[in-house]
C-alpha cells in the first residue's frame, strides 16, 4: 500500500490538533508564513492641544473612566466624569 505525501496542510493540521493554538502559531512563524508583529512600544504619544474641542463624559466605569479622563485632559480635551455611588 503506497503512502500518501504530508503536505503543508496536513502538517500544520497535525501540529494544531497535537499542541493547540500556540504550537501551531508558533510553528507557523517559524516556517516564514506568518509576519511576527513588532514589539508593543506603548500608547501613542500626542502632543498638548491635539485634543481641544474634544469632551469625554465616563460614566459608571469607575477606574477606567477616570484613567480615560486623565489621559485626555493631559492632551487638553474636557473630561466630565460622574460616578453614582
Known amino acids: 500500500m503506497a503512502r500518501a505525501r504530508l503536505t503543508r496542510r496536513g502538517f500544520l493540521n497535525l501540529v494544531g490538533r497535537a499542541g493547540g493554538a500556540t504550537a501551531l502559531y508558533g510553528t507557523v512563524a517559524a516556517m516564514g508564513l506568518l509576519p511576527v508583529p513588532t514589539v508593543y512600544a506603548g500608547p501613542p504619544q500626542l502632543p498638548h492641544g491635539s485634543a481641544v474641542g474634544f469632551t469625554h ?29
Open 57 to 85: 463624559h465616563g460614566e459608571g466605569a469607575k477606574l477606567l473612566s477616570r484613567f480615560a479622563g486623565e489621559g485626555l485632559s493631559a492632551i487638553g480635551a474636557s473630561a466630565n466624569i460622574r460616578e453614582d455611588v
